[in-house]
């Protein structure tokens, strides 16, 4: 249950946080002119992209290593008493394959999540950055697993909605909606099939 809980948690946090970060910043800033703001809120929305960066391997990171540990256990045939404490070479082969699965594959949803939901000034980047990694935060210090992608996602809809509803691309978040609901059971299946084919060679 906890799974189900940070669903929609990551989207109920990360969606208020952005909607309440815009209008807190853009009323703080109502009297700045926009282009003189544009780089120190760019030098800003790259330390928050560096936060969330960090909080992202803080969160999924832990997913990753406690399944190869599992997998460890599994193959060795370890009881709870002998779970053996995380190897450091699973933490640096997990973070490795983050980094290089990010940089060689993750360009198409970069594109989709930065660029096709909400069109943003470089002050709403930092906004929504900022308030997917307070999010994610607050789930790491209470171990709640959550989703970074759907919080980073929700938190650019709820900057999109504080400027405006039509500002967000609802047929882009309909398409998203569509695969994060579609995930869970499809995971599961393939989870149960593959089990169900290695019992029988046990």
């Not at 399944?67 to 699973?90: E, N, R």
């Not at 900057?159 to 405006?164: F, H, L, M, N």
């Not at 609802?170 to 995971?187: E, L, S, V």
Request: hydrophobic fraction near 50%; include cysteine; charge should be positive.
């Amino acid at each position: 249950m906890k799974v189900i809980y940070g669903l929609f948690f990551s989207a109920g946090l990360g969606f208020g946080l952005g909607w309440a970060f815009t209008k807190v910043i853009a009323w703080l800033c109502r009297d700045v002119d926009h282009k003189r703001s544009d780089r120190p809120f760019g030098v800003l929305q790259n330390l928050a992209a560096a936060l969330l960066a960090f909080m992202h391997g803080a969160q999924d990171g832990q997913k990753f290593m406690s399944i190869c540990v599992l997998g460890m256990v599994l193959a060795m045939g370890y009881d709870q008493s002998q779970v053996p404490a995380f190897p450091l070479w699973i933490m640096i082969l997990c973070s490795t394959c983050m980094c290089v699965g990010t940089a060689v594959g993750g360009k198409k949803i970069i594109k989709s999540v930065g660029m096709n939901i909400v069109k943003m000034e470089k002050w709403e980047g930092f906004t929504a950055t900022f308030a997917a990694s307070i999010c994610i935060l607050i789930s790491n210090l209470t171990g709640l697993p959550i989703s970074t992608t759907h919080t980073k996602t929700t938190a650019i809809m709820g900057v999109g909605t504080a400027k405006q509803v039509k500002a967000v691309n609802w047929g882009a978040a309909k398409n998203m909606f569509k695969a994060w609901i579609y995930t869970f059971p499809g995971c599961g299946l393939i989870g149960y099939v593959l089990a169900k084919v290695f019992l029988l060679f046990l």
